[in-house]
């Protein structure tokens, strides 16, 4: 058995500076887990070409990792513009939408939610800008909300709206998302994840996964939560989605700041508690899209999110634009391999397990740890097992996830701790059980003489009974 096993994921956002088959092999080389597409900034053409990319390049290399469709969701975006809009403090600016002209003289710019000067008070606050520009509203009409400008700065081209604490009337799926998806979906060996941007509410991820069902997509569903309505409800949002992401960077916008790292232990000690992955996201190396390093701050960040024991550890403009891509992944690689030795929890106690198959899980789990060098093998064609497996956190354990279906093989990147194998299951469960050794030794995961606990079904007088099973490997 290799001497160190990663436990958490990486996952890498492609673009410009990583989408080319060279470099999508360097990144899956590197250790990359799974891979996102960002649908704010892309086409269906970029899509069929990336996903095929990936594909290809993973038979290349023989080791496969899983696709992530991160729809663009519900926005609130100013116009285009034809030059930037200076604004100083005290200034007034007009946002009016688009289906009207602006009622004043002044500075002014529509927008592209037509219920925006219904849903604002007076008093409330607009940030535009990621929060760069900061605003009041001061007077409102029936089609313009008329603000007073509290931080100077420039206003440019499409620049995001953030509503902190307002409910807006927008739908979770937009017709771009709808579009998006069924055009992933359509592909051979699509997407294997949606990710689905600001979850304010459980019925959001019922929209989806109805969407998703009835075109008979099997993709899992990782909510991302970015708003104070989503932090208001996560309990239920983690409940229904089949995974989170804490998206820090609208979601440091919407909440106040010194909030957010007490917000993002919530998330994970929710997730852990019902047995979710949760992935923790943006401006985790930022300077590393212009540096070759990461600042001090930034490693200790990463920490942080390996010492909560965070599933996958996301990476977005350092792989799409950024300078140094593969750096960044081999940063994210360097960090998680000195932090996680480190980190000695027991198993996860928070986890409610109901299912008598789920509590034998916890018994193999405390039998993996107490035999010292060993693992756990598991047989799922659902992905039910090892996900569990995962959530129960075994520090220092691999967890040797067998399955014979292709889409679940690659869901299985996500989970904490395993390490899927694709592989053909026998009639005869023991002659699975000494295929996936045999597997196992082939590829010098383990060392004959490991004691391994392996987790499968057993045949016993013409019955199918779940065993709890010691097996060394010879």
């Known amino acids: 058995m290799p001497s160190y096993y990663r436990h958490t994921k990486i996952i890498a956002t492609l673009g410009p500076a990583t989408d080319a088959p060279e470099m999508l092999e360097k990144l899956i080389r590197e250790g990359v887990d799974i891979l996102r597409l960002n649908m704010a900034h892309t086409t269906p053409e970029w899509v069929a070409d990336t996903i095929g990319h990936i594909r290809a390049v993973s038979e290349k290399v023989d080791r496969h990792v899983a696709v992530l469709m991160d729809v663009k969701g519900p926005e609130i975006r100013t116009a285009r513009l034809s030059e930037?809009?200076?604004?100083?403090?005290?200034?007034?600016?007009?946002?009016?939408?688009?289906?009207?002209?602006?009622?004043?003289?002044?500075?002014?710019?529509?927008?592209?939610?037509?219920?925006?000067?219904?849903?604002?008070?007076?008093?409330?606050?607009?940030?535009?800008?990621?929060?760069?520009?900061?605003?009041k509203v001061v007077r409102k009409t029936a089609t313009s909300l008329f603000c007073e400008v509290l931080t100077s700065g420039s206003l440019g081209s499409k620049r995001h709206i953030n509503l902190p604490g307002v409910h807006v009337n927008l739908p979770s799926l937009t017709a771009k998302d709808e579009a998006d998806l069924e055009h992933g979906i359509g592909l051979p060996s699509g997407i294997d994840f949606v990710a689905l941007s600001f979850v304010r509410q459980a019925e959001d991820i019922a929209t989806l996964r109805r969407f998703l069902t009835e075109r008979g997509s099997r993709a899992r569903i990782i909510a991302k939560i970015e708003d104070q309505a989503g932090v208001r409800n996560m309990e239920e949002i983690v409940s229904a989605a089949d995974g989170i992401m804490v998206a820090r960077g609208d979601l440091g916008i919407e909440i106040a700041y010194p909030k957010l790292p007490l917000v993002q232990r919530e998330m994970v000690a929710s997730c852990q508690a019902q047995g979710k992955p949760v992935i923790i996201a943006t401006h985790l190396l930022e300077s590393m899209i212009t540096s070759p390093m990461p600042t001090r701050a930034e490693i200790s960040d990463v920490s942080n999110a390996i010492r909560e024991q965070a599933d996958a550890v996301m990476l977005s403009g350092e792989t799409t634009t950024g300078r140094y891509p593969l750096e960044a992944v081999q940063t994210m690689k360097e960090i998680i391999e000195s932090i996680e030795p480190s980190v000695r929890h027991p198993l996860n106690k928070r986890i409610q397990l109901h299912e008598p198959k789920a509590k034998m899980l916890r018994s193999a789990a405390v039998l993996a740890q107490e035999l010292g060098k060993s693992g756990i093998v598991v047989f799922s064609r659902s992905g039910f097992l090892p996900y569990v497996l995962g959530a129960l956190r075994p520090c220092g354990r691999p967890i040797f996830a067998f399955t014979d279906d292709a889409e679940i093989f690659r869901q299985l990147t996500l989970p904490w701790g395993v390490e899927p194998f694709h592989m053909p299951f026998c009639e005869n469960p023991e002659d699975t059980i000494l295929d996936a050794l045999a597997y196992l030794k082939r590829g010098d995961w383990v060392e004959p003489g490991t004691w391994l606990v392996v987790i499968t079904n057993a045949l016993a007088h013409e019955r199918v009974i779940d065993t709890l099973q010691l097996r060394q490997v010879e």
């Not at 009207?100 to 592209?112: C, E, F, I, L």
């Not at 939610?113 to 800008?129: K, M």
């Open 84 to 135: 930037n809009i200076p604004l100083e403090l005290g200034d007034s600016l007009e946002f009016y939408i688009e289906s009207s002209q602006p009622t004043s003289q002044g500075k002014a710019v529509s927008v592209n939610y037509p219920g925006l000067p219904e849903d604002v008070q007076i008093g409330a606050t607009v940030l535009v800008d990621s929060g760069l520009l900061r605003m």
